[in-house]
């Protein structure tokens, strides 16, 4: 799969498609995710290469491109032994634990997919407000800012962004509270999905009612987060999105804009600048 194959080859250098197919085998029957997994494993060949780990803590050899390092990480994980019981700490814990909590590549503790969020602003912002961490599946702008789905927006501006992002955020929410796929989204959008649940629910399930259900659904979570002990001060990106700028490709020398889009962002949610929905934005979803 797409995601998988990234997170642990190409993010780590390792082209071995049959080394590949085997670590992906192993998360899938015990249980552990690929995406966090392999960016896990990138955290540990980085901290490998920099000194912080030895073989001898790891139990093998570890370079960028190790094959042979990503099925063995598998393995040891999969069995919980060694130092397969740190890699299950996932890569914002590990790197903590080594002194090293930059090299996570993660947002509220969730590793990234496959989307640069220095280069394509959009998928930044997303990651960074997500409710569950770094996630593309709660509003994957990749639809518009690379597909051009439902309509092409450019990827290196920041200019848009945050009412992209939250009118993706809403309709996911919509959408996988209805029970259906959300790649179906490639095709249908909430005037498709709204005459299925008209049939199936009832008529108050109108495209305008779905809009608010999504509304409503998200900032539900984030009430919910709020009251956790998250706040505006999660909703951030790792330093080197920030800071270090992308070295090779279309957007090269791009660094995230998330401190322009954020408080927009929040604007545009009805949220107060600490991130919080006002009580006039609970008031008007019924919250």
Known sequence: EYEAAWALGAANGVNDLEAL????????????????????????????????????QLGIEAPFGSAKALCYFAEITANGVGFGKELGLGSARLTKKYGQPDLSMSVKGQEFPAYDGRVIQGIGLAYAT???????????TIASEVLGIPVKTEPADTQGKPELVKAFQDATAAFDSAGICIFTSFAWTLADVAPQLQAACGDEFTVEN???????????????????????????LPKRLMTEAAKTGPGKG??????KMLPEYYKVRGWDPEGRPSAETLKRLGL
């Open 254 to 259: 791009s660094v995230s804009g998330l401190e």
């Open 210 to 236: 779905l809009t608010t259900i999504g509304e409503r659904i998200w900032n539900m979570e984030r009430d919910f987060n709020n009251r956790a002990g998250f706040t505006s001060k999660d909703d951030k």
């Open 130 to 140: 997500s409710n569950r961490g770094a996630c593309h599946l709660r509003g994957y």
């Open 21 to 56: 197919q085997f670590a992906n085998m192993l998360c899938n029957e015990d249980g552990f995710d690929p995406i966090s997994f392999g960016a896990t494993v990138g955290a540990v060949m980085e901290m490998y290469e920099m000194g912080v780990l030895t073989k001898e």
